[in-house]
């Protein structure tokens, strides 16, 4: 079964604290998204990725970066998380114009 | 603007019908997908529209005219799991894919 993998279903953080979220695929796909997730404001595109070392800023990039060294894997970076950065995390990947796999989200909470 | 426009809230009862739509801009459009989302999941593949017409997948229907800007997504025989979140996605590039908000379908017995 193909598939995409993120790291952590849940996580707890303390506000300043470095996050790193990890996302894993199996399918040699080109393109890597990280999206939040938050009620009432739908799916937003965080950053895009369409090869490896290769990165696009999507609708809210502020206060996060990504790092693509290898095409199976696509890391988000929160610097400094804030309280507001509670979220559910999504990354999804795919290859031209089929779908978007996503993998099962990770819970992050900042306290 | 790339807005997607789609019901927040339909509530429908098991064994019965319901039709969701989804409305677009549509310059930019290459495709139209349907997701389905439970609470506190990802979302997964339900069906994807490029050409006009209804495309049909055992209990689910697709139906897109590129021309009006408009596609629907039929559930037929509902069953309680279907309870779910059912997401619009306009496809314009890869780094273009405008999510709609959703809507969130109850199903009573």
């Known amino acids: 079964d193909v598939k995409v993998t993120q790291s952590s279903r849940y996580l707890v953080k303390r506000t300043g604290e470095k996050v790193f979220l990890e996302c894993v695929q199996d399918?040699?796909?080109?393109?890597m998204f990280w999206y939040r997730q938050d009620p009432g404001l739908g799916l937003r595109l965080i950053y895009f990725?369409?090869?490896?070392?290769?990165?696009e800023k999507g609708d809210i990039p502020e206060g996060y970066s990504v790092s693509r060294e290898k095409k199976e894997r696509f890391s988000l970076i929160l610097e400094s998380a804030s309280t507001n950065q509670t979220s559910m995390y999504l990354c999804?990947?795919?290859?031209?114009?089929?779908?978007?796999?996503f993998g099962s989200g990770t819970q992050l909470s900042v306290l | 603007g790339q807005n997607i426009d789609q019901p927040t809230e339909m509530t429908a009862t098991e064994g019965a019908i319901v039709q969701i739509n989804c409305t677009y801009q549509?310059?930019?459009?290459?495709?139209l997908f349907w997701y389905q989302q439970h609470a506190g999941e990802a979302p997964t593949f339900l069906s994807y529209?490029?050409?006009?017409g209804l495309e049909e997948k055992g209990r689910f229907s697709s139906f897109l005219s590129r021309s009006k800007g408009y596609s629907y997504l039929l559930l037929k025989e509902l069953q309680m799991k279907d309870s779910a979140s059912y997401l619009c996605?306009?496809?314009?590039?890869?780094?273009?894919?405008?999510f709609g908000s959703g809507t969130r379908l109850s199903i009573r017995p």
């Open positions: 999804a990947s795919t290859q031209g114009n089929e779908k978007l796999l």
């Open positions: 399918m040699d796909h080109e393109n």
């Open positions: 990725s369409y090869d490896v070392k290769m990165k």
């Open positions: 549509t310059s930019g459009f290459n495709g």
């Open positions: 529209n490029v050409l006009d």
């Open positions: 996605v306009k496809y314009s590039s890869a780094s273009k894919i405008i």
